[in-house]
Nanobody
Framework: QLQLVESGGGTVQVGASLRLSCTSS????????MAWFRQAPGTELEFVAA????????NYAGIATDRFTISRDNARKTVWLQMNSQRTEDTAIYYC???????????????WGQGTQVTVGE
């Protein structure tokens, strides 16, 4: 059973930066994709970015392009989401997920963290 633990959330002002971390209890070839999703109040869960442990290939949603960067450290079994130029619409609970394939759909991911709250205020 894979366990994912997120950290790094908090309250920031518009324009600030924040880096989220997700540490996995293990890294297996079958769970090669790591992703970040987010859910704002009253909305559905949406894909933000994903990365593969093997090779480091990345995939971004349109909301994340140019402002967010996903990265990983295989030895530390940790994935980060660097968020720059934060906007109020970035306010959400951010979840880390692990799956076999680097896809955009939440159903493609088998393991999820508990989430970390990000609040962006004026």
């Amino acid at each position: 059973q894979l366990q994912l633990v997120e950290s790094g959330g908090g309250t920031v002002q518009v324009g600030a930066s924040l880096r989220l971390s997700c540490t996995s209890s293990a890294r297996t070839d079958s769970m090669d994709a790591m992703a970040w999703f987010r859910q704002a109040p009253g909305t559905e869960l949406e894909f933000v970015a994903a990365i593969r442990w093997i090779g480091g290939r990345t995939n971004y949603a349109g909301i994340a392009t140019d402002r967010f960067t996903i990265s990983r450290d295989n030895a530390r079994k940790t994935v980060w989401l660097q968020m720059n130029s934060q906007r109020t619409e970035d306010t959400a609970i951010y979840y880390c997920a692990a799956g076999t394939y680097m896809r955009n759909a939440q159903g493609e991911y088998d393991y999820w963290g508990q989430g970390t709250q990000v609040t962006v205020g004026e």
